[in-house]
Each structure stands twice: as C-alpha cells, then as structure tokens.
T-cell receptor
C-alpha cells in the first residue's frame, strides 16, 4: 500500500523567514496530494492541495511543488508569521471513489519572534 | 458549513471493555475515515468506508472494527480495549472523488486504564 514519509519532524524558523517541509510517497498511482494544518487543540484543516497533472500551486504565502518522477512534494511557507506555528501533515491519495487518504508523520513548525 | 461531530471529546475506559466511538457528518459525504493520532506517528488510518455497509481496512486495523449502517454515521469499535489503544482518535469525511477535501471531527482522546 501507499507509504508517505515526511521530514523534518520539527522545524523552527525566525519570523519572516521561509519554511520548507518535504514528503515522499511510494505508490506512483497516487494523484492527489493535500496539506493539512493542525493548530494546538484543534482539528486538521486543509490549507492547500495539488493534483498530479500540476507541478506547482501557490496561494498567497504558501506554495506546494510536486515532482512525480521522484515521487516527492513539498510545502513552502514564505514570510512566516506567529500564526503559522502548528503541526503540518502531508497526504497522498489515489484515484477512484474507494480511495484511502494516507498521511505523513507530521512536522511541528515553530516560529521564533 | 460541513460539520463532523464525534460523540465524546474525552473518554476513560478500563482494559477489556468494549468501546464505541461515534462519528456523525451532516454533508451527505460517501467517504468516512477513522484515524488515530500519536506523537511522532502522524495520522494512521484504521478503517475507512466508501458507502453504507462498505468498509476497508487501513494500515492498523488490528483490535478495531467499524460499523456503517447509515450514511451519516461511522462507528469505531474497540472489541476489548487495551492500554496500547490509548490515543487521540479522529474521524473524517469526504466526497467520493479522490481529490477532495477531508473534513475532520474534533477528536476523541481515549485513555484505557
């Protein structure tokens, strides 16, 4: 089955700097790659996603890139702010209605003032 | 506004008890999922269901079963609770297409003593 690996497990950056989180997946049939943000004590929520026919997607300060050949995708957060502090999860999903969503192990991002 | 509701926020059960975790969604979603969240391990899929009475095992189904008798309700059952099942349990739902957002419940923190 699909396996998603995520690095790093913890990341601390200075406010205003950029943060990058990387994920790799094992099954080349996966075609949808969402990113979720989980603030302390809250439920995970989707922040951005990318489909396999797209190499990059941007939404204000966050962007996701996908390299299908290498089977890896990354989350980029620019101009980090204190409210970006959270745990971030990448995930992978295949096509079809009966499709599992497999998550990575999470990255705890801390923004230093 | 999508709402996924889990029946309990906190639960304490004794070893050997049969435990039911309930999840209800109000958006007519076909897909429903149960994950457990442990520090450093991310969100691990226990079971998911893509239709009423249909279920598939996730990555860690041992010691768990599920029931989906109605579209809006997905129950996770711990047949005989053990201390290693102490965890945060998250339910999620989504539309049937593989590339759509999953909406999470608020989580149930289960402690088995």
């Amino acid at each position: 089955g699909e396996n998603v690996e995520q690095h790093p497990s913890t990341l601390s950056v200075q406010e205003g700097d950029s943060a990058v989180i990387k994920c790799t997946y094992s099954d080349s049939a996966s075609n949808y790659f969402p990113w979720y943000k989980q603030e302390l004590g809250k439920r995970p929520q989707l922040i951005i996603d990318i489909r396999s026919n797209v190499g990059e997607k941007k939404d204000q300060r966050i962007a996701v890139t996908l390299n299908k050949t290498a089977k890896h995708f990354s989350l980029h957060i620019t101009e980090t702010q204190p409210e970006d502090s959270a745990v971030y999860f990448c995930a992978a999903s295949m096509g079809g209605s009966a499709s599992k969503i497999i998550f990575g192990s999470g990255t705890r991002l801390s923004i230093r003032p | 506004d999508v709402k996924v509701t889990q029946s309990s926020r906190y639960l304490v059960k004794r070893t050997g008890e049969k435990v039911f975790l309930e999840c209800v969604q109000d958006m007519d979603h076909e897909n429903m999922f149960w994950y457990r969240q442990d520090p450093g391990l991310g969100l691990r899929l226990i079971y998911f269901s893509y239709d009423v009475k249909m279920k598939e095992k996730g990555d860690i189904p041992e010691g768990y079963s599920v029931s989906r008798e109605k579209k809006e309700r997905f129950s996770l059952i711990l047949e005989s609770a053990s201390t290693n099942q102490t965890s945060m349990y998250l339910c999620a739902s989504s539309l049937p297409d593989s590339d759509t957002e999953a909406f999470f419940g608020q989580g149930t923190r289960l402690t088995v003593v």
